[in-house]
């Protein structure tokens, strides 16, 4: 049985918010989605980001882990991202972004709850 390769990415999406802020982070998700995407089709399908894996160092995940990429970001079905799959991908990836994305949304919560009281 072929062992697989363990690969670990750095999450620099907290990096970037905090120094790009929010609308110069998603900018920068949108340029993103721009280099990966098939250019006549307007998604990242699974051909655009194997053939463009090597730019964001993804050179050594097999066929079969670009594929899932694909298929965990894929909401509509259709087998490629668009860019707002992209984006809200990207999100959920990164597990400090999340945590906070939370913590906004449960202080929202707790004041509105207290408003209704």
Known sequence: MEARKSVHFQDLLPIMAQNLGGEGLIRELCNGFRVLMDGE????????????????????FEEDDLRNMIGEGDLDGDGALNQMEFCVLMFRL???LMGGAERFLDGGLLQAHRKQQ
């Open 41 to 60: 089709k307007g998604l990242i399908t699974f051909e655009s980001l194997k053939r463009n894996s090597v730019l964001l160092g993804l050179q050594d």
């Open 94 to 96: 990164s597990p400090q």
